[in-house]
């Protein structure tokens, strides 16, 4: 009796689990980050050769820990420059809405004394539109003075 359960069960678990090694490597090759990535094309991390920025966003959940600011918690992204031309302070995304290849972020400074909203929109070409909506406050040092940065700048996903 013990047997037959047995070679019943077994004869159940070999029917519904893939044929061949080749079968489960097809499911999983469906399931590359590519995919998953083209799916989600607003959970990436950008940056701007021009202008030496970093943008790393998931406009789709509040998960995204801004180094230096952990204690803040999880945002949905933030901005910020690198060594060799320092925006500054650094930018939290605050909110996004997405519409189809755009979404519009609203920002706020590090200190929370300025904020700033921001279309970004992908390009056919796989590349990021950043585009500064109304007044631009986010600025860079320049020597002792605060100039701001470009209104309009092009991302490209970092790898």
Do not use: C
Not at 76 to 81: A, I
Not at 116 to 121: I, M, T
């Amino acid at each position: 009796m013990h047997r037959t359960i047995f070679f019943l069960l077994a004869a159940f678990f070999l029917a519904i689990v893939p044929a061949s090694s080749q079968d489960i490597a097809a499911v999983s090759d469906s399931l590359t980050t590519d995919s998953v990535q083209a799916e989600l094309p607003f959970r990436v991390t950008l940056y701007s050769p021009d202008a030496h920025i970093t943008l790393a966003l998931d406009l789709y959940e509040e998960s995204v820990n801004v180094p230096g600011y952990e204690f803040f918690g999880p945002t949905f992204g933030y901005m910020r420059g690198d060594a060799r031309q320092w925006m500054y302070g650094v930018w939290f995304v605050l909110s996004a809405e997405i519409k189809e290849n755009k979404a519009i972020l609203r920002m706020s400074n590090d200190s929370g004394a300025a904020s700033q909203d921001v279309e970004l929109r992908i390009l056919p070409d796989g590349t990021y539109a950043y585009r500064a909506l109304g007044t631009n406050e986010v600025s860079r040092a320049e020597g002792r003075k605060l100039k701001k940065i470009q209104t309009k700048m092009t991302f490209i996903k970092q790898q």
